[in-house]
């Protein structure tokens, strides 16, 4: 396996053990690609949950641009739902999960078909 495969084995971990869901397998690699070349940097590759320009960055540049959702409350609150079910103490949130969250959260799917 390459390193890509690695890591959305890994991503898919995370998302069975730390957040209660069976990932969509076809669905998770379809955004880790999206993620582009983040995934392997240990900087861009976590989402810093506690930063609030960080979580406005995922609000504006995945959700509005890439999801094409229009602006509003309910976005900083899907991304603080994603940020619990995830866990709030968990050290590295990674981005392609994160991002596969708010995707199903918002039944977006479709971006990816």
Not at 24 to 36: E, S
Not at 68 to 90: H, Q, R
């Amino acid at each position: 396996m390459g390193k890509r495969e690695d890591l959305i084995a890994h991503y898919a971990e995370d998302l069975k053990t730390k957040c209660g869901m069976e990932p969509d397998m076809d669905l998770l690699t379809k955004v880790t690609i999206g993620c582009g070349p983040a995934i392997y940097n240990a900087d861009a590759s976590t989402v810093a949950s506690s930063q609030a320009e960080e979580l406005e960055t995922v609000k504006t540049n995945f959700l509005i641009k890439k999801l094409g959702l229009a602006d509003g409350p309910e976005l900083m609150a899907a991304i603080e739902k994603v940020v619990e079910t995830y866990g709030k103490s968990e050290r590295n949130k990674y981005r392609a999960v994160v991002y596969y969250m708010l995707t199903k959260h918002f039944g977006k799917e479709a971006v990816y078909g």
